[in-house]
């Protein structure tokens, strides 16, 4: 959810307005569970029902505290899941399964995602260790199991390589490289003084 909505200017917590073109209605956003928007804002809640914190927090600020706490949850694709949609020009195409996907998880991708089948189903991002923060990813894309091109290419790619061999071989290097990105990621376009304002409900403006 952190990586969306910089799809703006900075973590403006955008994808939380509610309105006719709603942000979190694209496709693209579909995927951010609806129990995680509502977690966020009963957080918002307690928070300004004390007095002393009432309008000093953003919904930005309560947006990063909860991935900060849950860490990778919603912006590393070691968790997480994709819609079938996403990715199924990678399994069906007319040039057939895309050679740079392991061809057997390739075809248990076929098994979960048919042709025809809603494309709203969802499939783990990692079919190693779902449930996990840690560096399978790495060692799912030596394999073969990115499950989009643009996670697969960072193998593919001998300028990225190296990093994922490394990571895949050192877990610790990687929580350390992922904490350093994604604290630098937080400070990115932040809105300070009259710039910006403190949204008393997270889905409108004030």
Do not use: W
Not at 6 to 16: H, M, P, Q, R
């Amino acid at each position: 959810m952190l990586i969306c909505i910089y799809k703006l200017k900075g973590c403006d917590a955008s994808v939380f307005l509610a309105n006719a073109n709603a942000e979190k209605d694209h496709h693209d956003d579909l995927s951010l569970a609806g129990d995680g928007f509502d977690t966020v804002i009963k957080a918002k809640a307690a928070v300004d029902s004390n007095p002393s914190c009432r309008n000093k927090v953003s919904c930005a600020d309560i947006l990063a505290l909860a991935t900060r706490d849950v860490v990778a949850l919603v912006s590393a694709h070691t968790l997480g899941f994709s819609h079938c949609g996403q990715f199924s020009k990678r399994i069906y195409s007319k040039a057939g399964i895309d050679r740079t996907l392991n061809r057997q998880y390739a075809l248990q991708l076929r098994q979960m995602c048919p042709v025809k089948v809603d494309p709203r189903i969802a499939i783990n991002m990692d079919p190693t260790t779902p449930q996990i923060f840690d560096n399978a990813y790495y060692k799912n894309l030596q394999q073969g199991k990115g499950l989009f091109s643009s996670d697969q290419i960072l193998f593919t790619d001998k300028r990225s390589r190296p990093i994922v061999n490394l990571f895949a071989s050192n877990n610790n290097a990687f929580n350390q490289a992922f904490v350093s990105a994604i604290t630098k990621l937080g400070h990115v376009g932040v809105l300070t003084g009259n710039q910006g304002e403190i949204r008393h409900d997270c889905s409108r403006v004030n």
